[in-house]
C-alpha cells in the first residue's frame, strides 16, 4: 500500500539547516510528484514546493531563497531541505504525494534561538 | 499570489444537519480545487478534487460545488466523525494556495 514517512531533525537551531527526508513506498517517484507542506503549530497550511515525476520543481516564492527539493528515485527519498531558519519556521512538516491524496504522519520540527 | 478566503472560520452544527462550507478565490481558478479534512493531531485528508469529484473512500454525504469563483463543500447530513478542520485548496498557480480553515463543532 502507499505510504509516506517524513524524518529528520526535531530541534534546530536558529540560522541552521533543516534536513528532512521523506521516504515512500507503494509507488514509484518516476511516475508520481512529492508534495511538501507545513502547518505551524495552531494554524493552517502552507504549500511549500513540489518535485515533480520527471525531477522538475517548483516553490512557494516566499521560500524559494532558501528551500530545495531533490530526491534519490532508486532509495524512494525525497529530501527538503531549507536554511537560515527561524523561529517562525516552526511547523509540522508533511510530505504528501501528489496529487494529495496520500501524506505522511508529519514531523514536528522545532527552530530554537 | 490567489487568495483563497474561506467562510465561516467556526461554524457549530447539530448531528444531522446540512452544513456547506464555502471558499471564494481571488483569481479564476477553474475546477483547480480541493478540499481537505484535518481531525486534531492528524494528517490531512483529501475529501474532494478538481472541485466536484468525491475522493476514493469519502462517505457520499459529502459534495463539492462551484458557482462562478465560489467552492462550496457540503455535508448533507452531519455525522459525529465529521468534526474536523476543513481547507481548501487552489492548485492551478504557483504558490498553490490554502484557504484560512474552517473550524466545525458539534452543537
Known amino acids: 500500500q502507499v505510504q509516506l514517512k517524513e524524518s529528520g531533525p526535531v530541534l534546530v537551531q536558529a540560522s541552521e539547516t533543516l534536513s528532512l527526508t521523506c521516504t515512500v513506498s507503494?509507488?514509484?517517484?518516476?511516475?508520481?510528484?512529492v508534495i511538501w507542506v507545513r502547518q505551524p503549530p495552531g494554524k493552517g497550511l502552507e504549500w511549500m514546493g513540489i518535485?515533480?515525476?520527471?525531477?522538475?520543481?517548483d516553490y512557494n516564492s516566499a521560500l524559494k531563497s532558501r528551500l530545495s527539493i531533490n530526491r534519490d528515485t532508486s532509495k524512494s527519498q525525497v529530501f527538503l531541505k531549507m536554511n537560515s531558519l527561524q523561529t517562525d519556521d516552526t511547523a509540522i512538516y508533511y510530505c504528501?504525494?501528489?496529487?494529495?491524496?496520500?501524506w505522511g504522519q508529519g514531523v514536528m520540527v522545532t527552530v530554537s534561538s | 499570489d490567489i487568495q483563497m478566503t474561506q467562510s465561516p472560520s467556526s461554524m457549530s452544527a447539530s448531528l444531522g444537519d446540512r452544513v456547506t462550507i464555502t471558499c471564494r478565490a481571488s483569481?479564476?481558478?477553474?475546477?483547480?480545487l480541493s478540499w481537505f479534512q484535518q481531525k486534531p493531531g492528524k494528517s490531512p485528508r483529501r475529501m474532494i478534487y478538481?472541485?466536484?469529484n468525491l475522493a476514493a473512500g469519502v462517505p457520499s454525504r459529502f459534495s463539492g460545488s462551484r458557482s462562478g469563483s465560489d467552492y462550496s463543500l457540503t455535508i448533507s447530513s452531519l455525522e459525529s466523525e465529521d468534526m474536523a478542520i476543513y481547507y481548501c485548496?487552489?492548485?492551478?498557480?504557483?504558490?498553490?494556495?490554502f484557504g484560512g480553515g474552517t473550524k466545525l463543532e458539534l452543537k
Open positions: 507503494g509507488f514509484s517517484l518516476t511516475n508520481y510528484g
Open positions: 483569481q479564476d481558478i477553474g475546477n483547480y
Open positions: 504528501t504525494r501528489a496529487p494529495l491524496d496520500y
Open positions: 485548496l487552489q492548485s492551478i498557480q504557483y504558490p498553490w494556495t
Open positions: 518535485i515533480w515525476r520527471n525531477g522538475n520543481t
Open positions: 478538481g472541485a466536484t
